[in-house]
Nanobody, 121 residues
Framework: QVQLVESGGGLVQPGGSLILSCAASGRTFSGSAMAWFRQAPGKEREFLAVIGVITVYADSVKGRFTISRDNAKNTLYLQMNSLKPEDTAVYYC?????????????????WGQGTQVTVSS
């Protein structure tokens, strides 16, 4: 059974940083596309970044967030810097068995349960 488990969320002040982790189990995703999304209350799930054969960022986080992976640990990361109140949301990791995937949630087969990030003073 494939599981994705996010961790690292919490409360942070504006301008602060957080590192989210997503530990995968049940299969290896090295070489496959993995991504981060977020969803704020009352809003649709928003694509943030994907890493696979290419790395792509949404304009809203480009230059502030960095996606990376440790294939030996089967873990995905999201380094978030210069956080803003509008970054407050539940953050989800997603994965697919394909090497290439885009910004649409339907392209991903596996999802974590989410971790809350709150940016507030």
């Amino acid at each position: 059974q494939v599981q994705l488990v996010e961790s690292g969320g919490g409360l942070v002040q504006p301008g602060g940083s957080l590192i989210l982790s997503c530990a995968a189990s049940g299969r290896t995703f090295s070489g496959s596309a993995m991504a981060w999304f977020r969803q704020a209350p009352g809003k649709e799930r928003e694509f943030l970044a994907v890493i696979g054969v290419i790395t792509v960022y949404a304009d809203s986080v480009k230059g502030r967030f960095t996606i990376s992976r440790d294939n030996a640990k089967n873990t995905l990361y999201l380094q978030m810097n210069s956080l803003k109140p509008e970054d407050t949301a539940v953050y989800y990791c997603a994965a697919t068995g394909r090497v290439l995937a885009g910004s649409r949630p339907v392209e991903y087969d596996y999802w974590g349960q989410g971790t809350q990030v709150t940016v507030s003073s």
